[in-house]
């Protein structure tokens, strides 16, 4: 970009339009534990801490240039941020860091390639996924689509999927049954479920939680499995593994109803359940090389039983499905996201509500958020002096965008830290930078960007897809705060920032109680119910912190040091507190210890 950040942009694209906050540099991104560090990278949005790999320090301002003018509201810039105001003082982004959210973990825990930058964009890893089976590759592709088909030639660079003939789209002579992988509930509370045999509550100490029960997953390929989701309810609590989905009761953890066995891999499922407690998974046509994911069912936790099965159509040229589908949830529409485009389906019957697709200056949905809003993220002019991202919030029962937000080019939309509030996390590649903006409700307008100089580190699994906006654990947000964990030095414990949503500024920080990351995990009754991970010889905790007021770590649940071997050792992990139990469980198998690693704990008193 060439113009100060608060002049008009240039054709329509590149600056944001209505800043209206003095930009701020952002929080650090996250990052899986037990890897080495990615180097010092260049800090986020043009605030030198130290000297970078890069040899020069990056220019104020994401867009390259000094502020110029007062921002909007005729008061001079108070610290740096990412629409062009120099620094003032050291920014927290030099700092060498562990990688970020986006490297290249090939499915859900494997060791990850080092991404380019901290929080930079996901580098698709393991299965040979390369550039062309990216969004970003797919949409290149799709532009260099028209000038090859008006040479005459049309080259087939995405593979099709199975014989149509042979998907293995259930209907009632094709509901998936139990199997005989593993113990499954017959119905009469007598099966076990995947249930471990071994006393982890032996030794346990007063004060310490219990295991209230735990599972063992079952079978996995030798090159492992992904366990995507864990949905907890007022009695169940569910989990989707390789190509079963199972459920368990809180309490006692009997399995809920029989397991559900897929015909093949599991290849999604929704982060979030719906409000009537239902939930999506997607599995693959087959196991070719060109099987797609376009198998959605929805489960009812309550019984266990399908709603619905569907069959996703592949869209147009270089669209589809591919290996992986979003599926998230908004009012009672399931939003099905593939490469370049989504279909809203309706939670009652399954069937299409609409399709949100190409649009505008060549811009493609390429990832959607759910929950109180229903966000889509699109790639938009790919290749183009004009390549961009937008975020639209739509309507979920029309598709219909009910605002537009651009970003100048050169800035993904990597992120959705909330909906409700808006709160994104955005990088750029080029510059080494990244920033986190909050959007006033119902409107494209900048709320604020955070201007805390601080290393943030949020843990964020690999994506599936391109871009995993709602993948993140260890961020928080209510109606005018946000929470993100710091980043621990060695030896010492990390802390839990809240940030205001009105400026960007910090509100208090709190020291985890132990030297081990403390997470925030969400509000509620005005606390912030936080984790703090076990250690090789301590159990984890949960502790609630009083958003107002003394800010102390109170503990809510000490997890055994019985089991904190177990719990440490989930190298990739879903977690939650609910009722006063906190669950744990692996959302990816190594396929190596042949069925014996665990699937899920829960903790109790």
């Known amino acids: 970009m060439t113009q100060p950040p608060n002049q008009p942009p240039q054709g329509g694209f590149g600056a944001p339009q209505d800043p209206q906050q003095p930009p701020q540099p952002p929080g650090n991104a996250p990052q899986p534990p037990a890897q080495p560090p990615a180097g010092a990278p260049q800090p986020g949005y043009g605030y030198p801490q130290q000297p970078g790999p890069y040899g020069q320090p990056p220019q104020g301002g994401p867009y390259g240039q000094p502020q110029q003018q007062p921002g909007p509201y005729g008061q001079a810039p108070q610290q740096p941020g990412p629409y062009g105001q120099p620094p003032q003082q050291p920014g927290p982004y030099g700092q060498p860091q562990q990688p970020g959210p986006y490297g290249a ?27 062309f089976k990216t969004r970003a ?30 998907d293995p789209v259930a209907d009632k002579s094709q509901d998936p049954k139990p199997t005989g992988s593993a113990p499954v509930n017959p119905g009469d509370g007598s099966g076990d479920g995947h249930a471990g045999t071994e006393d982890l509550n032996a030794g346990r100490q007063a004060g310490e939680s219990k295991v209230l029960w735990y599972k063992t997953a079952p079978k996995a390929p030798g090159d492992g499995a992904d366990a995507p989701g864990m949905w907890i309810t007022s009695t169940v609590a569910a989990k989707a593994v390789y190509n079963e989905v199972v459920a368990y009761d809180i309490v006692g953890g009997k399995p809920s109803w029989p397991t559900i066995t897929l015909p093949h891999k599991i290849c999604g499922a929704s982060p979030q359940k719906s409000a009537d407690d239902k939930v999506a998974v997607a599995y693959m046509s087959g196991v070719t090389d060109r099987a797609k994911c376009n198998q959605v069912i929805q489960i009812d936790l309550k019984t266990g039983k399908k709603d619905w099965e569907r069959k996703i159509g592949e869209g147009a040229l270089f669209d589809g499905t591919g290996t992986g589908v979003e599926l998230t949830y908004a009012g009672s529409t399931l939003m099905v996201g593939r490469q370049m485009s989504g279909v809203g389906l309706s939670t009652t019957d399954g069937k299409q509500l609409f399709e949100k697709k190409k649009y505008g200056a060549a811009c493609f949905p390429s990832a959607f958020a759910g929950g109180e809003r229903l966000l889509a993220v699109s790639s938009c002019g790919a290749s183009t002096d004009k390549e961009h991202d937008e975020v639209q919030e739509l309507d979920p029962a029309t ?22 509030p808006v709160v994104l996390y955005l990088t750029n590649e080029d510059k080494k930078q990244w920033n986190i903006t909050t959007l006033k409700n119902g409107s494209s307008a900048v709320r604020s960007e955070v201007s805390v100089d601080e290393n943030f580190a949020p843990e964020c699994g690999w994506a599936i897809l391109d871009r995993d ?19 621990a030095t060695s030896g010492s414990a990390n802390e839990v920032v809240a940030i205001s949503l009105e400026n960007g500024k910090e509100r208090w920080r709190v020291k985890s109680p132990v030297a081990q990351n ?50 440490n050792g989930f190298y990739s992990k879903a977690i939650d507190y609910v009722d006063g139990r906190f669950y744990i469980s692996t959302t990816r198998l190594s396929g190596s210890a042949k069925g014996q690693e665990k699937l899920m704990l829960a903790y109790g008193k």
């Open 137 to 166: 590759g797919i949409a290149v592709a799709a532009a260099a689509a028209v000038v090859v088909i008006a040479g005459g030639v049309v080259w087939a660079v995405v593979g099709g999927g199975d014989d149509p003939k042979k």
């Open 469 to 487: 906006l709602q993948g993140c654990t260890g961020v928080a947000a209510d109606t005018n705060t946000l929470y993100l964990p710091t980043k």
């Open 518 to 567: 403390m997470l925030p995990l969400k509000t509620e009754n005005g606390s912030v119910i936080a984790y703090v991970n076990a250690s090789y010889d301590a159990g984890g905790r949960v502790v609630s912190l009083a958003t107002a007021g003394a800010h102390t770590p109170k503990t809510l649940l000490q997890n055994p040091a019985g089991t904190a071997e177990i719990e």
């Open 399 to 420: 598709g219909e965008a009910k605002w537009t937000k651009p970003f100048p080019k050169g800035w993904k939309v990597a992120r959705a830290y909330s909906v409700a």
């Open 105 to 131: 973990q090939p499915q859900y825990g494997y060791p990850q390639q080092q991404p380019p930058f901290p929080g930079g964009p996901a580098v698709p890893g393991g299965g040979g996924a390369g550039f």
